[in-house]
C-alpha cells in the first residue's frame, strides 16, 4: 500500500525526480573521475614529476569530498521538500510514523546507491573518452592511468550510500519533529529576512578579511610551504562565504530602494535574485570556488602546455640532427612539417671531430644567440669567424658529436684529405613538435638502433621535448582533466540547483502573466535573474584565480602568461552552460499568455 | 440617456478540449453589458462556468466563438504586446488567492502596474500612497506578504488592482479566503470606490452576503445565463432576502 503510494508519488513529480537524479549521477560521476586520478598512487607518481603533487591531489580530493557534502545536503532538503507534503498526507491517512520514516530513509539510500552507480558508469565513459582526446591533443604519454579503477568505484560509492544515510537519519529527525499539519502546508513559508546592518557589515569586514588572508597565504607560498595550501582552502572558503551573505543582500536592497528599480520588471527582477542569493549563499560558494580551481586547474595546465615549447626552444636551435641518413629515414624525414634543414659533413678522427669551413661560409648554422643564463630561445646566424668561436662552447652544436672531446674546423683541402670515420648530418628545425612528435619518435628509434647512443646523446630539441613531456606532461595532463571535470561539477551544481527551484517561480510567473506582463518581459526578468546567478560565482572565481596563480609561481616561469586567453575560454564554455540553463528554465517557467494555447 | 457599456458580451461560447478529445461546452450564447459605473455579480452553482466567464473576460482564456469588448475594444483577438497592454492597463484583477508576490514588499506589489507602464517614480509614490489611504493599508506597505493577514493581503491585492485605474474591475471570489468581517471590510471598500469612481466591477461569487453589494447579479447555470436580478434601489438587507430567495428556487 505504502509502496504504491511512493510510486504514485515519483510519478507525479517526474521532472523534479529526473532533475535530481541527473544532477546527482553527474556529481557522482564526476566524483569517480576525480577519485580515479586522486587516490591513484603509481598514476601521480609516474606523472607528476613533482614531489607535492600527490598532496596537491589530496587536498583537492578533501575539497571535493565537502562539496559533494553540500551537494548532497541540498539534494536531501530538495528530496525533502518533494516528499513531505506526500509523508503529510499518508500520515493523515493513518500510515504510522515508523513506518514512513522506514520508507524515507529506503527511498533515500536507494536513490544515493542508484544515482552513484549510474554515475560511475558515466564517469568511466567521459573519463576514456576525454583522457583519449587530451592525449591526441596534448601529445604527451601518460603511465598508469586507467578509466576503470576499482579503488575508486568502491571509494565513490561508500562516500555516496554513507552521506544519503547521513542525510536521511538528518531529514527523519526533522520529519519526525515536524506536526503533520506543518508538513502538509510547507510551500507557503516566509522567505525573507530582514537586513540587520551591523551583523552584515561585520560579516563583511570578516570575510574580506579572511578572503585577504587566503590570497596572503598563497602569495608566500614559498615561504609558507605546503601550509600555505590548507590556510588558503578554509579562509577563502569561510571569506567567500560571508561576503556572499553579507553584501549581495545589502546591495540588492539599497538599488531596490533607488530610483533605478522603479522601471518595468526592475523591482521585481532585483528581488528575485536578492531571494536567491540568500537562498544561494552556500552553492554559489561552492560554485565560486569550483569556478576558481576548475579555471586554476585548466589555467596551470595551459601553464605548462605553453612552457614546454619555450623550454625545448631553449635547449636547441635545431630539432633532430639525422646521421648518415637511410632511405627510409629520409622519408620519414620528408613528412615533418620542416621550418629549416641544412646539412654538413663531419669527420671523427680519434677524440675530434673535424668539420668543412666552407660548408658553414656557405650555409650558416643557426645557432642559439645567448649564452646559458640569458638564453630565451632565439636563434642567430652568426659570420663564420664568430661561428667558430661560439661553436666550440655551444651546446647545440656539441651535442652533434657526443663523444668527441675536441672541434676542429679545417679549410676544404685539409678536409677532403683527411682521415677518418666520415659523416652526413642532416639538421632539422620543425614547427612544432607536437605536431611533428610520431615521425620525430621514429626517426629517433630508427638512429638510436644503428648508433647505438643512448636518447639524450642525440642532442636536439626533440630529445628536451621528450624529457619536459615526461616531466611536466603528466601535470599538464592534470590541469586539463580536473579543470574540464571541476568546470561540469560546477555546471551541474549551479544548473541543477536553479532548475530545481522552478517549481516557486512557475507560480510567480504566472501571477505576472496574469498582470499583464508581457512574454518579452518576463523572459528578459529570467535572463536577468538567472544569468545573475552565474555571474556573480564567476567573478568571485575569477578573482580567486587570479590570486590563486600565485601558488604556481614556482613550478612555472610566468603562471600569469596566458590567463587572459585560459579565462576567455573557459568564459566560453560557462557562458554555454549558463544559456542552456537559462533556456530550459525559460521553457520551465514562463507560461503561455492564454490558457488554451 | 444612452451610454455605451464598458463591457458588451455577445454569443459566447466556450468549449474545452482539443477536437479530437472529450469536449465539454462550459457556456453556451452568454449576452450581457455592463454600464459605467455598475457593480454586477455572477452567481451559480459550482462547475457552472463562472470562472471560465471571468477568464475570457480578463483574457487568461479565449473564447470558442463570440465576442467580447471592454472599452471599446475587440479583446478576444489580441496577441502578444497588445494583450499584455491590456492586462496592464485596462483591467484590475483580484484574485481568490491573492496573487501577491511574496519577494515583494506591499508597496511593491502595488507599484507594479505603474512600474509596468513606465509611470515615473515621483508619481508612483503618490499614487501608491493615495490607494494605501483609502483602502487603509498605509502602515503596511514596507511589510511583505507573508508578515500579513488574509484580509490585509487582499486589501492590498485590490490595491494593486486600482493604483493603475483601470477600466474595470474584476474579482474571482475575492472573499473566498476570508472570514467573515475581512470579507466584508473588502466589499465595503469595492463599492466605495464603486460608487465614488465609478468604476465598474464584476464580481464571481458563491456568497449572497456579498452578492447583496451588487447593483445587478447574473445566475449562471450549466454554463447559460438562466437569470437576472436587479436592486432597483433596495437597501441591501432586502436585496440579500431576494437573492437568498432566488438561491432556493435554483436549488429545486
Ligand atoms: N481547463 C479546463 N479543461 C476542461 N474543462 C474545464 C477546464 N476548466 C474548467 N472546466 C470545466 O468547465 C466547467 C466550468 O468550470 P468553472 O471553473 O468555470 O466553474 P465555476 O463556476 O468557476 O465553479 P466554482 O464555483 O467551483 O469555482 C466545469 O465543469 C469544469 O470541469
Ligand atoms: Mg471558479
Redesign the pocket.
Known sequence: MLLKLAITGIKQRFRDYVVLLMGLIISSGIFYIFASLAINTDFIKANSGISIAAQVFMFGMVLLLIITMVYVSYANTFLLSMRQHDYGLFMMLGAKKQNIGVLMVLETILLGGVASIIGIILGIGVSSVLSQFLFNQLGVTIHHFSPIYGPAMIDTLTVYVVLFALAAVLNLSKLMRTPVLKLLHVEDEATNVRVRPVLQALAAVLGIACLAIGYYAMAQIMTLQLTAIPIALVTITLGTYLLFSAIIGGVLTAIRKSRFAAKRLRTFTLAQINFRVRGYTRILTVVSLLFAMALGAISVGAGFQRQIPTMVASISSYTISIKDETPNEAKLAKQLHVKWQKSYQQTIQGDTAYYNEAAFAKQPFPMLANPAAKNDGRVKQFSLPEFKKKAIISSDFLALSPTSNHIRFLNNSDFNNLKGQKHQLTIIRVHSNVQDRKVLEKITASQQRRFHEPFFNLGGGYSGFVLFNNLFGGLEFMGFFLGIAFLAMLASCLMFKILSGANKDVVRYNMLNRIGVSQRLMKQAIWQEVGTLFIIPGVLGIIDVLFGLQMFKPLLYNPYEIVGWTILGFCMLYGLYAWLTISLYRRLVVPPMQ??K | MQTTPIVDVKNLQ?I??AKKEKQ?E??TDINFAVAPGEFVGIM????????????LLSTLDVPTAGSVRINNQEVSHLKGKQLADFRAQQVGFIFQDFNLLESLTARENISLPLSLQDVPRSKTVAAVEEVAQTLSIADLLDKYPAELSGGQKQRVAAARALVHHPAIIMG??PTGALDSKSARELLDLLSNINQQQNVPVLL?T?DPFSASFCDRILF?QD?RIKQELSRQGQARKDFYGQILEQLGTFEQ
Open positions: 490558457l488554451s | 466556450k474545452y478540449g465539454y462550459a457556456l451559480g452553482p459550482s462547475g457552472s462556468g463562472k470562472t471560465t466567464l471571468l477568464n474571482d471570489e464571481v458563491h449562471i454554463g
